[in-house]
Protein backbone atom coordinates (compact mmCIF):
# COMPACT_ATOMS: atom_id res chain seq x y z
CA UNK A 1 0.00 0.00 0.00
CA UNK A 2 1.54 3.64 -0.91
CA UNK A 3 2.55 5.14 2.08
CA UNK A 4 -0.06 8.49 1.69
CA UNK A 5 -3.02 5.55 1.69
CA UNK A 6 -1.31 3.69 4.63
CA UNK A 7 -1.68 7.34 6.53
CA UNK A 8 -5.25 8.29 5.88
CA UNK A 9 -5.83 4.45 6.83
CA UNK A 10 -4.47 5.18 10.06
CA UNK A 11 -5.73 8.16 10.50
CA UNK A 12 -9.31 7.11 9.50
CA UNK A 13 -9.07 4.10 12.02
CA UNK A 14 -7.86 5.75 14.75
CA UNK A 15 -4.11 4.42 14.96
CA UNK A 16 -2.82 7.90 14.49
CA UNK A 17 -4.48 10.97 16.37
CA UNK A 18 -4.00 14.51 15.10
CA UNK A 19 -3.71 16.46 18.12
CA UNK A 20 -4.35 20.76 18.00
CA UNK A 21 -1.84 22.75 19.32
CA UNK A 22 -3.03 25.82 18.92
CA UNK A 23 -4.66 28.04 20.98
CA UNK A 24 -7.99 30.00 20.17
CA UNK A 25 -7.52 33.45 18.83
CA UNK A 26 -9.61 35.86 19.87
CA UNK A 27 -9.58 39.43 21.60
CA UNK A 28 -8.91 37.42 24.55
CA UNK A 29 -5.67 35.97 23.83
CA UNK A 30 -2.66 37.44 25.74
CA UNK A 31 -0.22 39.47 24.07
CA UNK A 32 3.20 40.33 24.90
CA UNK A 33 3.69 43.31 27.25
CA UNK A 34 7.12 45.36 26.55
CA UNK A 35 7.76 48.25 29.04
CA UNK A 36 8.10 52.03 27.86
CA UNK A 37 9.67 53.52 25.47
CA UNK A 38 9.20 50.05 23.28
CA UNK A 39 6.55 49.91 21.00
CA UNK A 40 3.92 46.82 21.62
CA UNK A 41 2.14 45.18 19.19
CA UNK A 42 -2.11 45.34 19.00
CA UNK A 43 -4.10 42.17 19.82
CA UNK A 44 -6.32 40.29 17.79
CA UNK A 45 -9.76 42.11 16.81
CA UNK A 46 -12.50 40.98 14.34
CA UNK A 47 -14.62 43.95 12.43
CA UNK A 48 -17.57 42.75 10.83
CA UNK A 49 -18.11 43.49 7.46
CA UNK A 50 -21.29 41.65 6.49
CA UNK A 51 -23.51 38.87 7.87
CA UNK A 52 -26.18 37.63 5.66
CA UNK A 53 -27.86 41.81 5.69
CA UNK A 54 -27.86 44.72 3.58
CA UNK A 55 -24.69 44.57 3.36
CA UNK A 56 -24.21 41.22 2.29
CA UNK A 57 -27.43 39.13 2.42
CA UNK A 58 -26.17 35.70 1.68
CA UNK A 59 -22.58 35.71 3.28
CA UNK A 60 -20.57 36.51 6.45
CA UNK A 61 -17.25 37.59 6.81
CA UNK A 62 -14.88 40.14 9.14
CA UNK A 63 -11.90 42.07 8.57
CA UNK A 64 -9.25 41.18 11.01
CA UNK A 65 -6.30 42.66 13.11
CA UNK A 66 -3.95 41.55 14.38
CA UNK A 67 0.32 41.26 15.20
CA UNK A 68 2.52 38.77 13.98
CA UNK A 69 3.30 37.49 17.10
CA UNK A 70 -0.17 37.29 18.90
CA UNK A 71 -1.46 33.55 19.78
CA UNK A 72 0.16 30.69 18.68
CA UNK A 73 2.91 32.10 16.40
CA UNK A 74 5.65 31.78 14.63
CA UNK A 75 9.02 33.23 14.58
CA UNK A 76 11.39 33.22 11.58
CA UNK A 77 14.90 34.27 12.10
CA UNK A 78 14.38 37.85 10.63
CA UNK A 79 12.34 38.45 13.59
CA UNK A 80 15.53 38.99 15.61
CA UNK A 81 18.70 41.31 15.17
CA UNK A 82 20.42 38.43 15.19
CA UNK A 83 18.89 37.03 12.32
CA UNK A 84 18.22 39.89 10.07
CA UNK A 85 20.05 38.76 6.92
CA UNK A 86 17.85 35.35 7.62
CA UNK A 87 14.21 34.30 6.17
CA UNK A 88 11.22 35.74 6.64
CA UNK A 89 8.34 33.66 6.98
CA UNK A 90 7.31 33.53 3.34
CA UNK A 91 10.61 32.20 3.15
CA UNK A 92 11.00 29.32 4.86
CA UNK A 93 10.68 25.94 3.04
CA UNK A 94 7.40 24.34 3.28
CA UNK A 95 9.50 21.05 3.55
CA UNK A 96 10.66 22.14 7.03
CA UNK A 97 7.04 23.44 8.12
CA UNK A 98 6.47 19.21 8.72
CA UNK A 99 9.17 17.65 10.72
CA UNK A 100 9.70 15.16 13.89
CA UNK A 101 9.11 16.50 17.34
CA UNK A 102 9.97 15.69 21.10
CA UNK A 103 8.56 16.99 24.40
CA UNK A 104 11.13 17.54 27.32
CA UNK A 105 8.01 17.92 30.66
CA UNK A 106 9.38 20.36 33.14
CA UNK A 107 5.80 20.67 34.43
CA UNK A 108 6.29 19.56 37.82
CA UNK A 109 9.67 22.54 38.39
CA UNK A 110 7.63 25.07 36.78
CA UNK A 111 4.76 24.40 39.00
CA UNK A 112 7.46 24.69 41.89
CA UNK A 113 9.00 27.69 40.64
CA UNK A 114 7.88 29.77 37.88
CA UNK A 115 11.12 31.74 37.18
CA UNK A 116 12.79 28.04 36.49
CA UNK A 117 14.89 27.73 33.93
CA UNK A 118 16.08 24.43 31.79
CA UNK A 119 20.00 23.83 32.00
CA UNK A 120 21.91 21.72 29.76
CA UNK A 121 21.72 18.86 31.87
CA UNK A 122 18.01 18.78 32.04
CA UNK A 123 18.71 17.95 28.70
CA UNK A 124 21.14 15.33 28.64
CA UNK A 125 18.77 13.74 31.70
CA UNK A 126 15.92 13.25 29.01
CA UNK A 127 18.11 12.23 25.83
CA UNK A 128 19.63 9.46 28.57
CA UNK A 129 15.93 8.38 29.11
CA UNK A 130 14.44 9.30 25.44
CA UNK A 131 17.47 9.01 23.54
CA UNK A 132 19.18 11.67 21.34
CA UNK A 133 17.44 15.66 20.16
CA UNK A 134 15.75 14.73 16.28
CA UNK A 135 17.92 15.81 13.75
CA UNK A 136 15.77 18.40 11.50
CA UNK A 137 13.01 18.30 14.52
CA UNK A 138 11.63 20.55 17.11
CA UNK A 139 12.06 20.29 20.55
CA UNK A 140 8.64 21.07 22.55
CA UNK A 141 9.60 22.57 26.28
CA UNK A 142 6.33 21.61 28.49
CA UNK A 143 5.84 23.42 31.52
CA UNK A 144 2.07 23.16 31.91
CA UNK A 145 1.75 27.29 31.19
CA UNK A 146 -1.02 26.67 29.10
CA UNK A 147 -3.35 26.17 31.80
CA UNK A 148 -3.40 29.69 32.50
CA UNK A 149 -3.89 30.41 29.11
CA UNK A 150 -7.69 31.83 29.57
CA UNK A 151 -6.39 34.63 31.91
CA UNK A 152 -3.85 36.99 31.10
CA UNK A 153 -2.98 38.01 33.94
CA UNK A 154 -2.15 34.75 35.29
CA UNK A 155 -0.57 34.21 32.00
CA UNK A 156 1.88 36.68 32.04
CA UNK A 157 2.52 36.68 35.97
CA UNK A 158 3.78 39.81 36.58
CA UNK A 159 4.61 42.34 39.49
CA UNK A 160 7.07 45.18 40.38
CA UNK A 161 9.91 43.00 39.13
CA UNK A 162 8.40 41.97 36.00
CA UNK A 163 6.79 39.14 34.53
CA UNK A 164 7.46 35.47 36.45
CA UNK A 165 7.27 32.69 33.43
CA UNK A 166 9.55 29.61 33.21
CA UNK A 167 12.10 28.94 30.14
CA UNK A 168 15.40 28.40 29.14
CA UNK A 169 18.75 29.32 30.69
CA UNK A 170 21.88 31.44 28.26
CA UNK A 171 23.96 28.51 28.52
CA UNK A 172 20.90 25.79 27.51
CA UNK A 173 19.42 28.14 24.51
CA UNK A 174 23.25 28.82 23.28
CA UNK A 175 23.81 24.87 23.35
CA UNK A 176 20.17 23.63 21.94
CA UNK A 177 20.58 26.11 19.02
CA UNK A 178 24.09 26.09 17.97
CA UNK A 179 25.84 22.20 18.92
CA UNK A 180 22.26 20.28 18.51
CA UNK A 181 20.44 19.35 15.22
CA UNK A 182 16.97 20.79 16.42
CA UNK A 183 14.91 22.77 14.10
CA UNK A 184 13.23 25.05 16.10
CA UNK A 185 12.01 24.96 19.86
CA UNK A 186 8.84 25.39 21.11
CA UNK A 187 6.83 26.23 24.23
CA UNK A 188 3.79 27.00 25.96
CA UNK A 189 4.83 30.79 27.19
CA UNK A 190 3.70 34.28 25.57
CA UNK A 191 7.59 33.79 23.73
CA UNK A 192 9.99 31.52 23.34
CA UNK A 193 12.14 33.19 26.17
CA UNK A 194 11.60 33.12 30.33
CA UNK A 195 9.78 35.91 31.94
CA UNK A 196 12.88 37.58 33.32
CA UNK A 197 14.81 37.22 29.91
CA UNK A 198 15.14 40.44 29.53
CA UNK A 199 17.89 40.69 31.76
CA UNK A 200 19.96 37.83 30.83
CA UNK A 201 23.18 38.02 28.95
CA UNK A 202 22.59 38.32 26.44
CA UNK A 203 18.77 39.58 26.92
CA UNK A 204 15.98 37.25 25.02
CA UNK A 205 19.02 34.29 24.65
CA UNK A 206 16.47 31.98 22.63
CA UNK A 207 15.51 34.90 20.38
CA UNK A 208 18.97 35.78 19.94
CA UNK A 209 20.76 32.13 19.67
CA UNK A 210 17.91 29.89 18.00
CA UNK A 211 16.89 32.97 15.42
CA UNK A 212 20.71 33.78 15.01
CA UNK A 213 21.33 30.52 13.82
CA UNK A 214 18.83 30.10 11.55
CA UNK A 215 16.30 28.53 13.57
CA UNK A 216 12.62 28.55 14.28
CA UNK A 217 10.03 29.16 17.61
CA UNK A 218 6.73 28.26 17.94
CA UNK A 219 5.01 30.26 21.39
CA UNK A 220 1.53 30.03 22.97
CA UNK A 221 1.36 26.12 22.29
CA UNK A 222 -1.34 23.98 23.78
CA UNK A 223 -1.97 19.92 24.73
CA UNK A 224 1.71 18.99 24.91
CA UNK A 225 0.49 16.90 27.59
CA UNK A 226 -1.16 14.42 25.22
CA UNK A 227 2.23 13.94 23.04
CA UNK A 228 4.79 11.26 23.71
CA UNK A 229 7.86 12.21 24.79
CA UNK A 230 8.91 11.04 21.12
CA UNK A 231 7.29 10.31 18.07
CA UNK A 232 5.32 13.04 17.38
CA UNK A 233 5.29 14.54 14.27
CA UNK A 234 4.65 18.11 14.10
CA UNK A 235 2.64 20.64 11.55
CA UNK A 236 3.35 23.96 11.92
CA UNK A 237 1.11 26.44 9.02
CA UNK A 238 2.42 30.11 9.38
CA UNK A 239 0.95 32.39 6.62
CA UNK A 240 3.27 32.99 4.20
CA UNK A 241 3.31 36.99 4.74
CA UNK A 242 5.58 38.50 2.27
CA UNK A 243 8.35 40.31 4.67
CA UNK A 244 6.83 39.41 7.86
CA UNK A 245 8.64 38.48 10.57
CA UNK A 246 6.33 35.75 12.02
CA UNK A 247 3.13 34.72 12.00
CA UNK A 248 0.15 33.49 14.02
CA UNK A 249 0.05 29.60 12.79
CA UNK A 250 -2.21 26.57 13.60
CA UNK A 251 0.08 24.09 15.20
CA UNK A 252 -0.79 19.90 14.52
CA UNK A 253 1.08 16.72 15.84
CA UNK A 254 0.16 13.66 14.08
CA UNK A 255 0.56 10.88 17.20
CA UNK A 256 0.16 7.00 16.57
CA UNK A 257 -2.01 5.57 19.46
Same mark, same amino acid.
Given at each position: ??????????? #??????I????? $???? /????????????????F??? !???? &??? +?????????????? @???? @????? *?????G /??? !?????? $? #?? +?????? *??????? @??????????E?E @?? +??WE? #?HG????????? &??????? /????? !????????????A??????????L?? !??????????? *?????????????????H???L?A?? &??????????R? $?A??????????????????P? /????????
Amino acid at each position: MPVLDQLLAAL #AGGSVEIVDLTA $PLSD /RTPILRLPEPFANTVPFSLR !EISR &YDD +RGPAWYWNDITTGE @HVGT @HFDAP *VHWATG /RDG !EDVAQV $P #AG +RLVAPA *VVLDASE @HAAADPDFLLEIE @HV +RAWEE #AHGPLPDGGWLL &YRTGWDA /RSADA !EAFLNADENGSHAPGISPECARWLAE !ETPLLGLGVET *VGTDAGGAHAFDPPFPCHSYFLGAGK &YGLTQLQNLSRL $PARGAVLVAAPLPIVGGSGSPA /RVLALVER
